[in-house]
């Protein structure tokens, strides 16, 4: 028996990188997965992958930042697998600019994507697990540990030069989870944040040109790093390297697992060592 059979897991930003390893990650130890991403393509590959391995999941595409989102990934969850256990919100990129050059519409993209979707993801979540930690115990029945983990960064701990918008909301989730923490210890729910250093994705990958861009929403965003900042960066990691998106999920997963029952309200840095 797996350590998460039979649990329901959301994962936002799941179509690829972190949060696609996250989704095959929990499936692996036996959870359903309700897989969002905004790019349809990536979801569908990543059910086909859950699927081949003998797991199960379903899709839920579209914006995390979109206003009838939250309800949406909700009640497919709850019509697919009739319940709610553990919810990641990974869902993110990032648009810098130093604060001088920061335009409303990228603070306002970048609170909505990391911030404000989680909150709204956890508030349509409520009444779903309040009823369902209701019945359970108008049962008689233990009432399971279910699990919430948040994603946040290094730079919302420490800063970082050009993110004055991310760092914010990355911050900020972790005060919605310490929040949460204590509004739903009565539920028997632990809720935490796993704040990544360096892993190693198309966000930070390598780009010599400097011209790598992804598209979304409409905006054309520039990602990747200067790979000689990249190798300085990474030097300056105790572990010597970024991190993969394998043992990023590791980070989740101990969050997730019934290991860690007890452990709430925190914050866990999976960053090769590296601090602020
Ligand atoms: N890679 C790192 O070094 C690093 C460091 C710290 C924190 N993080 C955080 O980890 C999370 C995952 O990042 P990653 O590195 O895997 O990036 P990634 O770009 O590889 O994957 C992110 C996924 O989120 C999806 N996404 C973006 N906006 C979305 C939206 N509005 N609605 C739904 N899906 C959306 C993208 O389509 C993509 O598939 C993010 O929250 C990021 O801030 C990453």
């Known amino acids: 028996m797996t350590n998460l059979q039979g649990k329901t897991a959301l994962v936002t930003g799941a179509g690829r990188g972190i949060g696609q390893a996250i989704a095959l990650k929990l499936a692996a130890e036996g959870a359903r997965i309700v897989l969002n991403d905004l790019d349809e393509d990536p979801v569908k590959d990543t059910v086909a992958q859950i699927e081949a391995r003998g797991g199960q999941a379903v899709p839920c595409v579209g914006s995390v930042s979109a206003p009838a989102f939250a309800e949406e990934f909700v009640s497919t969850a709850v019509e ?3 319940g709610i256990d553990i919810i990641v919100n990974n869902a993110g990129f ?6 001088q050059k920061m335009t409303d519409d990228q603070w306002d993209a970048i609170l909505d994507v990391h911030l404000k979707a989680p909150f709204r993801i956890l508030r349509a979540a409520q009444p779903v697990i309040s009823a369902a930690v ?12 279910r699990k919430v983990v948040n994603i946040s960064s290094l730079a919302g701990v420490g800063g970082n030069v050009g993110q004055a918008n991310y760092a914010s909301a990355k911050a900020g989730v972790e005060g919605l989870t310490r929040t ?10 632990t809720v935490n944040a796993v704040a990544y250093g360096m892993i190693h994705t198309r966000l930070t990958a390598a780009s010599a040109d400097g011209d790598s861009t992804i598209s979304i929403q409409g905006n054309d965003i520039k990602i990747g790093m200067n790979p000689e900042l990249l190798e300085q960066m990474e030097r300056s990691i105790p572990l010597g390297r970024a991190g993969t998106p394998e043992e990023a999920a590791g980070a989740v997963y101990l969050l997730c697992s019934p290991e860690s029952n007890y452990i709430s309200g925190q914050t866990l840095v999976c960053g090769g060592g590296f601090m602020i």
């Open 180 to 189: 949460v923490a204590k509004e739903w210890g009565r539920y028997n729910i």
């Open 134 to 145: 209701k019945a359970e115990r108008a049962a008689g029945l233990q009432v399971p540990c």
């Open 80 to 82: 697919a697998f009739d």
């Open 94 to 99: 990032t648009w810098d600019n130093v604060i």
